[in-house]
């Protein structure tokens, strides 16, 4: 009997999902979340509002709607930012974090518990997963 393909299997998404998550105020501006993003190594920030999450900035927000709109780059993170914010819960299965990803077009998914950020997961971390299994 064959094994069930990975993504069928129940993987949480806590269990792929990546610990370190970045995250700002939506009034920082948009030089200081880049630095912060080359600084840590990572491809999204989370923006928070009174410390709850409200939007995400990726690097793709920053060549999008700095660059192709030309926005100073002193702009507060919320003009740029992807909101409403779309997470998932970390108890939610792998399946779930793909279907979600695939039908809101969106490749990183912040992981949240009780409105607090506890991680994000990627179309990479999904792919990276299958690949080891």
């Known amino acids: 009997m ?4 990975p ?3 129940k993987t949480c998404v806590k269990e792929v999902m990546n610990n370190s998550v970045v995250s700002v105020d939506s009034s920082v501006t948009a030089t200081d979340a880049a630095k912060m993003m080359e600084d840590t190594g990572v491809g999204a920030i989370v923006v928070l509002e009174k410390n709850i999450p409200v939007g995400l900035v990726t ?20 003009r740029i930012m992807s ?3 779309i997470s998932i819960d970390p108890n939610s299965d792998l399946w779930m974090a793909s279907d979600l ?3 809101r077009n969106v490749r990183k ?15 990479s971390d999904i792919v990276k997963h299958i690949a080891d299994h």
């Open 2 to 5: 064959n094994s069930p393909e």
């Open 7 to 9: 993504l069928q299997q």
């Open 59 to 78: 690097d793709r927000d920053f060549a999008i709607k700095i660059t192709a709109h030309s926005y100073p780059i002193d702009t507060p993170v919320k």
């Open 83 to 85: 909101s409403p914010l």
């Open 101 to 103: 990803m695939s039908t």
């Open 109 to 123: 998914l912040p992981v949240l518990d009780d409105d607090k950020v506890v991680g994000i997961i990627t179309s």
